[in-house]
């Protein structure tokens, strides 16, 4: 298999695996309705048309096309969580991407945008949906223009707006650009900012998005990566579709790899059966490490997943196979890091994303996400304590209570403890900034340890500055586990 980049598409490398939505990345006019015509564009609209609505959603269901965004749910199924006779109804696109490491769909955006409307008028037509609003990601200014332009070519041609090729099948679609704020990934913060709100995410339940979503009404949320894959589909077949990958994770996915690899990237690779080996190490994929240098530890799915170490590498990106194992696949970006890396440092850098990105919402995750890149910070610049490493999980309890899911690592005996995790946030961004901290300190402890073994005599110290007896636990850490410090300020 030969691979091969293509210059105008910054980013893709491609190869002789098949590409259910990258196909058109060759041409350099990829974007415009022109090539999109030429290239079979818009026939899924004419088959989805020629049948009705319920014959549609049957054919997504049957497709098994998992959720790209994340979650990994099955969009037919979502579909079907509409409360019949509930008028009207909405199609939300997540075009929101901004998981650190991960940026597939905005190359999507960028390099096919009628494939993402086409997905669009397919899915409104199976739910009975007449309006759909893109939520394109504020610092996106090219997949923001692109997007815009093939939307004004698509209302001049007919294929949005009234009466869609002849028939009473009428949708309109607003573009609508956020300013960039990551919790805003999650549906319903996602809902809030599309109202005018403050990006901030909502209870469920009640507001389940498919039964209370925007505007109050019922509403779908579906990732850029999910609808594109609805023309291909439509176009071939469920039977053709689900012959791809495995049945339980059929056709392909987009995965982008950064980090220590010889040739990092986007590619679409084979669902289910591709494993972390053949991506990373690969001919036709990164090719695997820089010259001399050994696998210390990669992120299997994107920033907020829990670590994988070069045991775990034969794993294939399948979340049933990766679940149990300690992680998730979530929105398919691989960070990889090879042996030069710092631990500390690497697990500081996600968790400050984390921190700061924190809408405030939850106490645990605003004041337990500051603490925990505080505390991590301190350690990192050598004037942390041993007992520093117990407030970080103590801070991290007070997020993700029980059990954390982690890797396992044969050589220390230690099992896997399966994926997810319990939160005592509404959303994921707490958790988020925790994974790193407790896969880092979990699978390489010893690096933490090493860190803050020279300042083991300074453990009497109490934080705000007094004393206390040995082995007695601080007031701050006991405040912090149950989540009811506001303000703290930890003087080192």
Not at 413 to 420: A, R, T, V
């Amino acid at each position: 298999m030969a691979s091969y980049t293509i210059p105008h598409a910054v980013g893709f490398v491609a190869n002789d695996a098949p590409r259910i939505v990258s196909s058109r990345f060759d041409h350099p006019d990829s974007y415009t309705l022109e090539r999109y015509l030429a290239t079979g564009g818009y026939e899924g609209v004419r088959a989805a048309l020629a049948r009705t609505p319920v014959e549609v959603h049957s054919e997504v269901r049957e497709a098994a096309l998992l959720g790209r965004g994340g979650a990994g749910f099955p969009a037919g199924v979502k579909w079907g969580f509409c409360p019949p006779d509930v008028w009207p109804r909405y199609l939300v696109v997540n075009g929101d991407e901004s998981e650190p490491g991960t940026y597939k769909d905005r190359l999507l955006m960028e390099l096919d945008p009628h494939q993402l409307i086409e997905g669009c008028l397919i899915a409104c037509y199976a739910v009975g949906l007449s309006q759909c609003f893109f939520y394109i990601r504020g610092e996106m200014a090219l997949a923001q223009e692109r997007v815009t332009q093939a939307l004004n070519e698509a209302y001049e041609a007919g294929w949005v707006g009234r009466n869609i090729c002849g028939t009473d099948f009428s949708v309109d679609i607003i573009v609508h650009c956020g300013a960039g704020a990551y919790v805003v990934g999650e549906e319903t913060a996602l809902i809030e900012s599309l109202e005018g709100n403050r990006g901030m995410p909502r209870l469920k339940p009640p507001y389940f998005p498919a039964a209370i979503g925007l505007y109050g009404r019922p509403t779908i949320v579906n990732n850029v990566e999910t609808l594109a894959n609805l023309p291909w589909i439509l176009r071939h077949g469920a039977a053709a579709f689900t012959a791809i990958g495995t049945p339980s994770s059929p056709g392909t996915r987009m995965v982008a790899v950064s980090g220590h690899v010889q040739r990092p990237g986007v590619f679409e690779i084979v669902n289910g059966t591709t494993t972390f080996r053949d991506l990373i190490y690969g001919a036709d994929y990164c090719g695997g490490l820089r010259p001399g240098r050994e696998l210390k530890a990669f992120v299997p799915g994107g920033g907020s997943a829990p670590w994988f170490t070069p045991a775990q590498l034969d794993l294939p990106f399948e979340a049933s196979e990766v679940g149990p194992q300690g992680s998730m696949l979530g929105s398919g970006a691989v960070m990889v890091m090879d042996d030069t890396t710092d631990i500390p440092a690497a697990a500081l850098t996600l968790t400050k994303f984390y921190a700061h990105e924190s809408c405030g919402k939850c106490v645990p995750c605003r004041e337990g996400a500051t603490w925990l890149e505080r505390v991590l910070r301190r350690v990192c610049d050598g004037t942390g304590t041993p007992r520093d490493l117990e407030l970080l999980m103590d801070v991290g309890a007070s997020i993700c209570p029980g059990d954390f899911p982690h890797a396992a690592v044969p050589e220390r005996g230690l099992e896997p403890k399966p994926f997810p995790y319990q939160m005592t946030t509404i959303c994921f961004v707490g958790p988020s900034a925790f994974a790193p901290v407790h896969s880092a300190m979990t699978l390489f402890g010893d690096e933490f340890e090493a860190r803050v073994a020279p300042n083991a005599h300074l453990d009497g110290t109490h934080l705000d500055g007094g004393h206390r007896d040995e082995g007695q636990p601080s007031e701050s850490a006991g405040l912090l586990r149950a989540g009811q410090v506001t303000d703290v300020t930890i003087r080192v």
